[in-house]
């Protein structure tokens, strides 16, 4: 096992953090005492020590000194301040894995002594129910290996695929802000359903269940989404008269516009756009 015998310290302990401890604790590919998390909040630590048997500490630099795989779990705009703090006692032992959304591997490179393998993810919020899409990239001094490890631990909240860093901003556009997109969806199916006589909560549960059947579809079956909506649609039927509404309404257009912008935003954001 990639994750075997090594120790795991999360620099924060939020959502994310949780979700993450739940599915490696949960897969029993971690267990719960090589896992080591600090936060500002001590509330928070105590939570996570209760509900999963981590162990909880309040100094970074003892858990740096401790683990592994370091998992920078802060907020973008902490990260300079925990690296200044802690990059003196990183080295190239260590496999640093950040969820900060902007913060490049080049940015975290430069704040550290020598050749660490830092690990770049973008995780979207399913994550916190095991449903998570999330993309993964590499830095400079990364090796397959390394990479291996960041796929194998987000696997466990869903699925993991690897990218270029450069994609990066694409895939906060389109998976990342795309739960989204997808609650819009189901909140407007649910608002028609209402509208030809369903009650709200059954309308709102036919609409979600078939959002994830559809899904499920796509990714169990391998067929490309073309393939299964025309499995749906016969000649003259319910189906090709809902479709063309929306073709008719720019659905399409309207949710690639919505994967452009958020991504231009993204880059905006991560200051990669010095327009």
Known sequence: MLLENLNMGFIGGGAMAEALIAGLTGAGLVPPERIRVSDVSGERTAYLRDKFGV?????????????????????PFVVGEVLAETGGRIGDRHTVISI??????????????????????????????GAGATAVC??????????????TMFGAVGRAVPVSENLMDAVTGLSGSGPAYMYIIAEALADAGVRVGLPRDVA??????????????ILETGRHPGVLKDMVTTPGGTTIEGLFALEEGGLRAALVRAVERATARSRQLSGEDKK
Do not use: C, Y
């Open 100 to 129: 900060a959304a902007g913060i490049s591997t080049s940015f975290i490179e430069q704040k550290l002594v020598g050749k660490v393998p830092v690990i770049r993810v973008m995780p979207n919020t399913p994550a916190l129910v």
């Open 204 to 217: 709102l549960t036919l609409a979600a269940q078939t959002m994830l059947g559809a899904a499920r579809m």
């Open 55 to 75: 162990v909880t500490v309040s100094d970074n630099d003892a858990l740096v000194g401790d683990a592994d795989i370091i998992v920078l779990a802060v907020k």
């Open 138 to 151: 590499r830095g400079r001094w990364a090796s397959d290996r390394h990479l291996e490890l960041a796929l």
